[in-house]
């Protein structure tokens, strides 16, 4: 889930040598040390940040995770941090603009790192409703067809597809004013109401990508920034009874977009 990941993303190690495997308790903290613990993170658990801010980058962090799972180590090499202030959940409309007014400022300068996190293709896939339905006309995927949905709306479990919202643990159930996710998954109707507002999610937050793209552009150095699109983690979307979420160090979970464009990188897809 999202705090490994991201540990492990900064860090290039997984949460086999850091400790972090959770979100909570002691299992979210990066490993005590003792004697091998130097004055920094600057032994095995020196972040990417941390490198590029010690090689002379202007470092900067928009985001806001770190007050969300109470995460120091994610910040660790960030000159400056923005918490865009709304625990988690805010949409890009949001977030974007902080990242905008950045660029705005540093965009035209050498050696700079930018780190901006969206939430949108996350659960509860809120896209405003002005956005429109962009794949009302799209097949959704014929799994799971209408037998398999019946098989899980009988089982139990969070996120399964009788209990969308991880009703069985608040004890609210369904979700008030997210008008593109359905209450629970009983049918193939349900399934492609669902499934269009996680694909609306990412689309939403593409534009915003975009955006930010398009402000390289005008600051005149779209063409020699390195620009990287990955997540944290994927989305189960029926597999092993899971709608939405991302519990366990599934297939499905970890498949994860990576996507590298600018200098030196060539066109085409590594399957290493």
């Given at each position: 889930p999202c705090l490994p990941s991201r540990t492990a993303l900064f860090t290039?190690?997984?949460?086999f040598?850091?400790?972090v495997v959770n979100h909570s308790g002691v299992n979210a903290d990066i490993r005590h040390r003792g004697g091998r613990r130097e004055t920094g993170t600057r032994d095995e658990y020196a972040t990417l940040p941390g490198a590029l801010l010690e090689a002379g980058y202007r470092t900067a962090f928009v985001s806001p995770f770190p007050q969300r799972h109470g995460a120091f180590h994610v910040l660790d090499g960030?000159?400056?941090?923005?918490?865009?202030?709304?625990?988690?959940?805010?949409r890009a409309e949001v977030v974007s603009p902080h990242a905008e007014r950045w660029l705005d400022d540093h965009a035209g300068e050498e050696d700079w790192f930018l780190h901006v996190n969206f939430w949108?293709?996350?659960?509860?896939y809120d896209t405003p409703e002005s956005y429109g339905d962009p794949f009302a006309d799209e097949p959704a995927p014929e799994w799971p067809d209408e037998a398999t949905i019946r098989e899980h709306y009988e089982s139990y479990g969070p996120h399964s597809a009788h209990d969308l919202h991880h009703g069985y643990l608040t004890g609210e159930g369904a979700v008030e004013g997210v008008p593109r996710v359905p209450?629970?998954?009983a049918g193939r109707e349900e399934f492609v109401q669902w499934i269009n507002g996680y694909d609306?999610?990412?689309?939403?937050?593409?534009a915003y990508v975009g955006r930010l793209l398009e402000q390289l552009e005008a600051a005149g150095v779209f063409e020699e920034t390195?620009?990287?699109?990955?997540?944290?983690h994927g989305e189960n979307q029926g597999e092993l009874n899971v709608y939405g979420d991302h519990q366990t160090a599934d297939e499905y979970t970890c498949n994860v977009p990576l996507l590298v464009r600018g200098p030196g990188v060539e066109t085409g897809v590594d399957r290493g």
């Open positions: 290039s190690r997984f949460g040598h850091t400790g960030f000159e400056t941090w923005q918490d865009t202030g709304g625990g988690g959940t805010e949108d293709p996350h659960t509860h209450d629970e998954i609306t999610g990412i689309s939403y937050m593409d390195l620009v990287v699109v990955s997540a944290d």
